[in-house]
């Protein structure tokens, strides 16, 4: 069964700096989404992305966030200048455009850790 | 807005009796409703939804749910649980005027079943 992958698992970085999360959708999906966790706990939507561009963000996706589909099948998610706050697990997921209430299809998850 | 709660953050129950892990839900309209779990260091997968039809959903691994639009909930059941299923358990809901609106997600209920 096709899967969504990301990369890394585990991302450490130093707080202010610039971080690259990457995501390879499924490949016959055309709605990509950004969510994180922290701690286990609730996840919280960040932003949709559809038709190569933002079709939804929330308030947690500030000027420090920004998402890009750089090729055919790639999808990252940056942060500019990571705070200590934004230590999260990143979950990338799509879901495919037939159905629009089909299940989304999340990844393993990138674990950020900003020391 | 669109809200899910769901009131335990934890739900101990032995081998074998039967589970019930609750969720309610705020939405304008007929609401999407869905259930993921998240095994340790896992996405989320995708157990079942209600979209249309009939209230009692049946999902995978035995799990079923039920829409009660009266009480606005959409309870997780399954008869027998079993020591596998302990995981962490999301319900999410959307909207139906949002149509490609993101699902939001609950705080999640750690269900723990004892051998």
């Known amino acids: 069964e096709p899967e969504v992958t990301q990369t890394p698992s585990h991302q450490v970085t130093q707080m202010g700096q610039e971080v690259i999360l990457r995501c390879v959708p499924i490949?016959?999906?055309?709605?990509f989404y950004w969510y994180r966790q922290i701690l286990g706990q609730k996840v919280e939507f960040l932003v949709s992305?559809?038709?190569?561009?933002?079709?939804?963000k929330s308030e947690i996706f500030d000027d420090q966030f920004s998402v890009e589909r750089p090729d055919g099948s790639n999808f990252t998610l940056k942060i500019r200048s990571t705070k200590l706050e934004d230590s999260a697990m990143y979950f990338c997921?799509?879901?495919?455009?037939?159905?629009?209430?089909?299940?989304?299809?999340f990844g393993n998850g990138t674990r950020l850790t900003v020391t | 807005a669109q809200s899910v709660a769901q009131p335990e953050d934890q739900v101990n129950v032995a081998e074998g009796n039967p589970l019930t892990v609750k969720c309610t839900y705020s939405?304008?309209?007929?609401?999407?409703l869905f259930w993921y779990v998240q095994y340790p260091n896992r996405g989320l997968q995708f157990l079942l939804k209600y979209i249309t039809g009939d209230n009692l959903v049946k999902g995978s691994y035995g799990f079923e749910a039920e829409f009660n639009k009266s009480q606005t909930s959409f309870h997780l059941k399954k008869p027998s649980a079993l020591v596998s299923d302990s995981a962490l358990y999301f319900c999410a809901v959307r909207g139906p005027q949002e149509g490609r609106r993101a699902l939001t997600f609950g705080s999640g209920t750690r269900l723990q079943v004892q051998p």
């Open positions: 992305f559809y038709n190569n561009e933002i079709s939804e």
């Open positions: 939405v304008s309209g007929n609401p999407y």
């Open positions: 490949s016959n999906h055309l709605y």
């Open positions: 997921a799509s879901r495919g455009i037939r159905d629009s209430n089909s299940p989304l299809h």
